[in-house]
């Protein structure tokens, strides 16, 4: 089985696709050509399902960093007789810069070890599995590399190291010393496609430079942002343009899929998708950590990927493919046995199936975000934004699987009837801007219906606090989103007192939130929410408490890696990170945080 903690993984990114490697050197996971694609290597999920290792061939101590303002990832080997350091990189397209990032990148994994002091032996083993494993393909030494061929790729890997082969695996060995140094490069095509050109050490080089450029250009157009944790804002606002798909503008939730939310369990989703339930969290980081641009390019997807006729379709879709796809109907892998035998390991997500009513608020708000910003609604917009009110005013009432896809019972959650009161709050203001004056009355009357009823039946005196689902006595972290999104303001005590129930009664000993404790539909525990943590903070400092708000942002940012990438959990017993990763929502619940703190400091 796959045992290696996740959070020993780094990212790897190119704005199209991803790569996990880690500190010793192997790629563990690579989809080609996008986040989505089947994977090349996804020795993360199984040990035999193929990776890619380059490392000293005797004992080393390693560290490693991301290159300053980039995603390339630079590992040091101290060795006894010599140090050794390799960089890695998925090539941005040639002379990208800003907002091109990702444009025309070419699927190209780029590797360049250099030795630079002493002499240091080096062990290269090389085991591609296409197809998530199910290919083990044959190999051909070729002039300046190997042919790998098999299904339907075929991968040219660029060496000017000779490999062995043995079946379906090529090793080879070197010795560097100071001042040497070494490029590969690993590039796919069609298998019935012209094969990729084969690449010098020297021309490795050059793109590895090229690439970190590139990263530079756009981090260098993106440091606006002044306040605590500059160095955390900033870098997560990288993290988010590493996990933007640059043709479409969509972000997937996460690199992975079937990481486990709660280990040996079954709870192992596919994360490479984008949710409408993230829109506003992620405008709203965006607005902090990039700029209008990339907002203008989420929300540009958003409404294309949901356009429909809302009013006769039975719900609006929750998540989309990062090219737009509805269908993304879910299928197991039964020859992969998932990492630390979290089983069963997932591709495609069922959950575009449920029904969440929250997400007509999401997409409402995301418009509120952003109007100002992208000027006027086309057309198609303007009816879609109006149709996503209407439905929302019709449907509130009705029950739903949350924003967290409770694969149980549908039931009234409450956080579901209070993005639906965001979506007409926010379809109000908007309503000039949609031709939509008329609706104005009839928006105004449900909005109060849902927002006297909030108060009603998601209030519970014994508890306290509003409560996860009407009538309900059972504590959800998603009730912190009530002052976030101005339902109340942030002083009124049933806010506080709500902000106080999370904080005392769904953290765990080191201060990290649970989601919520009640039963769910799924068997097994999750670990604890970094959001859930981050969305703490937020609301700590909305309602006046500076320093537990700094309390709990430390606590949620301290569970980075050492190249500072976020899980979407963390085990509550062990402390180490669960969940697909990196994860996006960890990121921008981060960004706005640190953000919102900075504020009500001001």
């Given at each position: 089985?796959?045992?290696?903690?996740?959070?020993?993984?780094?990212m790897?990114?190119?704005?199209?696709?991803?790569?996990?490697?880690?500190?010793?050197?192997s790629?563990?996971?690579?989809?080609?050509?996008r986040?989505?694609?089947?994977?090349?290597?996804?020795?993360l999920l199984?040990?035999?399902?193929?990776?890619?290792t380059?490392?000293?061939?005797?004992?080393?101590?390693?560290?490693?960093?991301?290159?300053?303002?980039?995603?390339?990832?630079?590992?040091t080997f101290?060795?006894?007789g010599?140090?050794?350091v390799?960089l890695?990189?998925?090539?941005?397209?040639?002379?990208?810069?800003?907002?091109?990032?990702?444009?025309?990148?070419?699927?190209?994994?780029?590797?360049?070890?250099a030795?630079?002091?002493?002499?240091v032996?080096?062990?290269?083993?090389y085991?591609?599995?296409?197809?998530?494993?199910?290919?083990?393909?044959?190999?051909?030494?070729?002039?300046?590399g190997?042919?790998?061929r098999?299904?339907?790729?075929?991968?040219?890997?660029?060496?000017?190291?000779?490999?062995?082969?043995?079946?379906?695996?090529?090793?080879?060995?070197?010795?560097?010393?100071?001042?040497?140094?070494?490029?590969?490069?690993l590039?796919?095509?069609?298998?019935?496609?012209?094969?990729?050109?084969r690449r010098?050490?020297?021309?490795?080089?050059?793109?590895?430079?090229?690439?970190?450029?590139?990263?530079?250009?756009?981090?260098?157009?993106?440091?606006?942002?002044?306040?605590?944790?500059?160095?955390?804002?900033?870098?997560s606002?990288?993290?988010?343009?590493?996990?933007?798909?640059?043709?479409?503008?969509?972000?997937v939730?996460?690199?992975?899929?079937?990481?486990?939310?709660?280990?040996?369990?079954?709870?192992?989703?596919?994360y490479r998708?984008?949710?409408?339930?993230?829109?506003?969290?992620?405008?709203?980081?965006?607005?902090?950590?990039?700029?209008?641009?990339?907002?203008?390019?989420?929300?540009?997807?958003?409404?294309?990927?949901?356009a429909?006729?809302?009013?006769?379709?039975?719900?609006?879709?929750?998540?989309?493919?990062?090219g737009?796809e509805?269908?993304?109907?879910?299928r197991?892998?039964?020859?992969?046995r998932?990492?630390?035998?979290?089983?069963?390991?997932?591709?495609?997500?069922d959950?575009?199936?449920?029904r969440q009513?929250?997400?007509?608020?999401?997409?409402?708000?995301?418009?509120?975000?952003?109007?100002?910003?992208?000027?006027?609604?086309?057309?198609?917009t303007?009816?879609?934004?109006?149709?996503?009110?209407e439905t929302a005013?019709?449907?509130?009432?009705?029950?739903?699987?949350?924003?967290?896809?409770?694969r149980g019972?549908?039931?009234?959650?409450?956080?579901?009837?209070?993005?639906?009161w965001?979506?007409?709050?926010?379809?109000i203001?908007?309503?000039?801007?949609?031709?939509?004056?008329?609706?104005?009355?009839?928006?105004?009357?449900?909005?109060?219906?849902?927002?006297?009823?909030?108060?009603?039946?998601?209030?519970?005196?014994?508890?306290?606090?509003?409560?996860?689902?009407?009538?309900?006595?059972?504590?959800?972290?998603?009730?912190?989103?009530?002052?976030?999104?101005?339902?109340?303001?942030?002083?009124?005590?049933?806010?506080?007192?709500?902000?106080?129930?999370v904080a005392?009664?769904?953290?765990?000993?080191?201060?990290?939130?649970?989601?919520?404790?009640?039963?769910?539909?799924l068997?097994?525990?999750?670990?604890?929410?970094?959001?859930c943590?981050?969305w703490?903070?937020?609301?700590?400092?909305?309602?006046?408490?500076?320093?537990?708000?700094?309390?709990?942002?430390?606590?949620?940012?301290?569970?980075?890696?050492?190249?500072?990438?976020?899980?979407?959990?963390?085990?509550?017993?062990?402390?180490?990170?669960?969940?697909?990763?990196?994860?996006?929502?960890?990121?921008?619940?981060?960004?706005?945080?640190?953000?919102a703190?900075?504020?009500?400091?001001?």
């Open positions: 089985m796959s045992a290696r903690p996740i959070g020993d993984y780094a790897l990114s190119d704005c199209r696709s991803a790569a996990l490697v880690t500190s010793d050197g790629v563990d996971w690579l989809c080609l050509p986040f989505d694609s089947p994977a090349l290597f996804a020795r199984d040990e035999e399902a193929g990776c890619w380059i490392r000293p061939a005797c004992p080393a101590e390693a560290t490693r960093r991301y290159v300053e303002d980039t995603l390339v990832l630079e590992t101290r060795t006894r010599g140090t050794l390799l890695d990189a998925l090539a941005l397209g040639r002379g990208e810069r800003g907002h091109a990032l990702g444009t025309t990148s070419p699927g190209l994994l780029l590797r360049r070890l030795c630079t002091e002493g002499r032996p080096v062990e290269i083993v085991a591609p599995r296409p197809e998530f494993g199910l290919v083990r393909p044959l190999m051909q030494p070729v002039s300046g190997l042919i790998a098999g299904g339907a790729d075929a991968l040219t890997l660029s060496s000017p190291v000779e490999f062995r082969t043995s079946g379906s695996v090529a090793d080879a060995g070197l010795t560097l010393r100071a001042g040497q140094n070494v490029g590969l490069a590039q796919t095509g069609g298998a019935w496609a012209p094969d990729p050109p010098t050490s020297w021309a490795v080089a050059r793109r590895i430079r090229d690439t970190v450029a590139g990263w530079r250009s756009w981090s260098r157009g993106h440091a606006d942002y002044e306040g605590p944790w500059r160095r955390h804002v900033n870098h606002g990288r993290v988010l343009r590493a996990m933007t798909y640059a043709p479409t503008g969509a972000i939730a996460a690199a992975t899929t079937s990481l486990p939310e709660s280990i040996g369990g079954e709870r192992n989703w596919d998708y984008t949710w409408v339930r993230d829109a506003s969290f992620t405008l709203h980081a965006l607005n902090t950590a990039t700029c209008e641009e990339e907002e203008t390019a989420f929300f540009t997807f958003l409404s294309r990927a949901c429909t006729q809302v009013d006769t379709d039975p719900d609006l879709q929750i998540m989309y493919g990062i737009g509805r269908d993304l109907s879910e197991r892998l039964p020859h992969l998932g990492w630390r035998d979290s089983a069963p390991v997932r591709v495609g997500n959950a575009w199936r449920q009513l929250d997400v007509y608020g999401e997409l409402l708000d995301a418009a509120y975000r952003t109007y100002r910003d992208i000027g006027p609604f086309d057309p198609l303007r009816s879609l934004l109006i149709g996503v009110a005013a019709r449907r509130w009432q009705e029950p739903d699987q949350s924003l967290w896809e409770v019972p549908s039931r009234h959650f409450t956080h579901s009837k209070l993005m639906c965001v979506g007409l709050d926010r379809a203001t908007l309503a000039p801007v949609l031709g939509a004056a008329s609706r104005v009355a009839d928006w105004t009357r449900v909005r109060d219906e849902i927002h006297a009823a909030i108060l009603t039946h998601g209030w519970n005196e014994q508890a306290d606090a509003f409560t996860q689902t009407f009538g309900g006595t059972q504590i959800d972290a998603a009730t912190l989103m009530m002052p976030l999104v101005g339902f109340l303001p942030p002083d009124d005590p049933r806010i506080r007192s709500t902000v106080r129930a005392t009664q769904l953290t765990d000993t080191r201060g990290l939130v649970h989601r919520y404790r009640s039963a769910d539909g068997p097994g525990q999750e670990g604890t929410f970094l959001l943590t981050f703490l903070a937020h609301a700590l400092a909305l309602t006046g408490q500076d320093a537990a708000a700094r309390r709990a942002f430390e606590t949620a940012a301290s569970c980075a890696n050492d190249v500072g990438l976020l899980s979407e959990e963390v085990d509550t017993t062990t402390g180490e990170a669960i969940g697909n990763f990196p994860q996006a929502l960890s990121h921008i619940g981060l960004i706005n945080a640190a953000r703190i900075r504020d009500t400091r001001r």
